[in-house]
């Protein structure tokens, strides 16, 4: 029991200060947990200087990154997550269509070609994307080099929703299929 809590301790303690060395590429609580609350930030800047605030949709291209940046993102507004190229999920019954077309977006993916691709099929327009590298945070140990961002996220600004936001099966015999989702 007492190795159960050093162990768990330690754990805790690396969590919150990073003090054991760990590489990069093997730190999955850094890759996991660490870089949110400052792409949220940049995301509800990004929101505030587009040009109508107002009618302009928070967007991620997965599950994931839409809930985080939900968390994230001052004010916490509602979010989207554009489902139509992986799999359904809960966004599909938040969000219709209707709800959003016409309306600009600022959204966020891994890739950075994704408004040439993706978005494209989904709205009229969007602009280059913004980079946003995020780096392990480090307590105690300092590297003579610098690490490279742990990871980088990619944020979009995209005008005039044209629809489609939800999953669309690449086989209607798919067992996720209903009949209400057939097009």
Do not use: C
């Given at each position: 029991?007492?190795?159960a809590?050093?162990i768990?301790?330690?754990?805790l303690?690396?969590v919150?200060?990073?003090?054991?060395p760990?590489?990069?590429?093997?730190?999955?609580i850094?890759q996991?947990?660490v870089?949110?609350?400052t792409?949220?930030?940049?995301?509800?800047?990004?929101?505030?200087?587009?040009?109508?605030?107002?009618r302009?949709?928070l967007f991620?291209?997965?599950y994931?990154e839409?809930?985080?940046?939900a968390?994230y993102?001052?004010g916490?507004?509602?979010?989207?997550?554009?489902?139509?190229?992986s799999?359904p999920?809960?966004y599909?019954?938040?969000?219709?269509?209707?709800?959003?077309?016409?309306?600009?977006?600022?959204?966020?993916?891994?890739?950075?070609?994704?408004?040439?691709?993706?978005?494209?099929e989904?709205?009229?327009?969007?602009?280059?994307p913004?980079?946003?590298?995020i780096?392990?945070?480090?307590?105690?140990?300092?590297?003579?080099v610098?690490?490279?961002?742990?990871?980088?996220?990619y944020?979009?600004?995209?005008?005039?929703?044209?629809g489609?936001?939800?999953?669309v099966?690449?086989?209607?015999?798919d067992?996720?299929?209903?009949q209400?989702?057939?097009?």
């Amino acid at each position: 029991m007492g190795s159960a809590y050093l162990i768990t301790a330690v754990i805790l303690v690396q969590v919150v200060w990073p003090v054991i060395p760990i590489p990069q590429r093997l730190d999955r609580i850094s890759q996991e947990l660490v870089g949110w609350d400052t792409l949220g930030q940049r995301a509800g800047e990004l929101m505030a200087d587009m040009p109508n605030p107002d009618r302009t949709f928070l967007f991620a291209l997965a599950y994931q990154e839409a809930s985080q940046l939900a968390f994230y993102t001052p004010g916490q507004p509602r979010t989207v997550a554009i489902n139509k190229w992986s799999r359904p999920n809960v966004y599909d019954y938040w969000w219709r269509d209707e709800d959003l077309i016409g309306w600009a977006g600022v959204g966020v993916s891994y890739g950075a070609n994704e408004h040439e691709t993706r978005l494209a099929e989904v709205f009229e327009r969007v602009d280059p994307p913004v980079a946003v590298p995020i780096y392990r945070r480090q307590v105690f140990w300092r590297r003579s080099v610098p690490e490279p961002p742990l990871k980088v996220y990619y944020l979009y600004r995209a005008y005039g929703f044209k629809g489609g936001l939800r999953w669309v099966p690449p086989d209607t015999d798919d067992v996720r299929v209903s009949q209400k989702e057939m097009p």
